[in-house]
């Protein structure tokens, strides 16, 4: 997916734990682990803002655009050599 998440850099950053952010967060650990890992399909707005207070930065603190050739191939897609 060619959007990067980039929360364990933040938690680096103010020296604080996965467990302790989503207690912090009000969320559970495993969908803190599935969203910081990258494996998450969406984020709501107010998640996104609890994490945005909690760790005192902004929303492109924590998620950046990488192009396609840097993010990796997506899997299950194929190459269509016919481009409208």
Not at 35 to 45: D, E, P
Not at 57 to 66: A, I, K, M, V
């Amino acid at each position: 997916m060619p959007i990067a998440v980039d929360i364990d850099v933040m938690l680096a950053k103010r020296k604080m734990s996965v467990g302790e952010l989503a207690e912090r967060v009000g969320i559970t650990p495993a969908n803190l682990a599935v969203l910081k890992n990258g494996r998450a399909k969406a984020v709501r707005f107010s998640t996104l803002a609890a994490l945005c207070e909690v760790l005192e930065c902004q929303p492109g603190d924590l998620l950046r655009w990488e192009t396609q050739e840097a993010a990796g191939p997506v899997s299950g897609s194929t190459a269509d050599s016919t481009m409208a």
